[in-house]
């Protein structure tokens, strides 16, 4: 059994406010998981906190076995972490196939510009139009394409259906699907239980900065009650 991530009493602070109370989750390779949860319940922070994009953490994340809690921030990507920010963070001066370029290759093994294209065909078609001309779900296929050419394997996705036409979510859905089968590692951060449940091994309910449950795909529908009250559904 070979983990991608193991996090064990992570805790972590904006400033003076502890926001994460002993986290503790580990993802296999190849898997993909959620973290549930309300809006301000420590999801997003979760991931910022593997990155080192919180103030100060204590506690324990091993990323393919290398700890990281006292890494900087610049050297974590090193280890082959993508992360997609709710915000996308599209450069709207560059086009998108510019976009696709800017950032640099960390890992041997991402996938090629032709590999992109063939994943997103969309962006393909729009490859010379400027950030800004681009539909919010082809800035969202963007933001996730980008990280793929880094050689990154463990992939952190933060919240990518929102605000989306349902035509576009069941794409992002079929990439998570192949990116999976190609042995990525995903961590999506997701308010659309319709559109996660599917797709995870495994489901982490965070509630004030904990995980408070743990749900195999195998348990949603005996679980399905315990889910909604936790998240208020």
Not at 56 to 61: A, D, E, L, Q, Y
Request: charged residues 20%; glycine residues 10%; negative net charge.
């Amino acid at each position: 059994m070979t983990f991608a991530i193991e996090i064990n009493n992570l805790n972590a602070w904006y400033g003076e406010s502890h926001i994460l109370h002993g986290i503790n989750l580990s993802v296999q390779e190849g898997e993909v998981v959620t973290l549930l949860g309300r809006n301000g319940a420590g999801r997003t922070s979760t991931l910022r906190a593997i990155l080192g994009l919180t103030g100060k953490r204590t506690g324990s994340i091993k990323i393919y076995d290398h700890e990281t809690i006292d890494m900087g921030t610049h050297t974590i990507p090193r280890l082959g972490v993508g992360y997609c920010p709710e915000e996308r963070g599209i450069f709207s001066t560059l086009s998108t196939e510019e976009n696709l370029m800017l950032p640099p290759v960390v890992k041997p093994g991402g996938l090629s510009l032709d590999e992109i294209y063939s994943m997103f065909p969309n962006l393909y078609e729009r490859r010379f139009s400027p950030g800004t001309r681009l539909s919010g779900g082809e800035q969202q296929m963007l933001a996730m394409a980008r990280i793929l050419r880094t050689g990154a394997k463990l992939l952190l996705l933060d919240e990518i259906t929102e605000g989306l036409a349902p035509v576009i979510v069941q794409k992002l859905g079929q990439v998570v699907r192949d990116l999976r089968e190609k042995g990525y590692t995903i961590i999506l951060v997701e308010q659309n239980f319709r559109f996660a449940a599917p797709l995870a091994d495994r489901h982490y309910v965070i509630e004030h900065g904990q995980v408070v449950e743990t749900v195999l795909s195998s348990e949603l529908t005996q679980k399905t009650e315990l889910l909604n009250s936790y998240l208020g559904v």
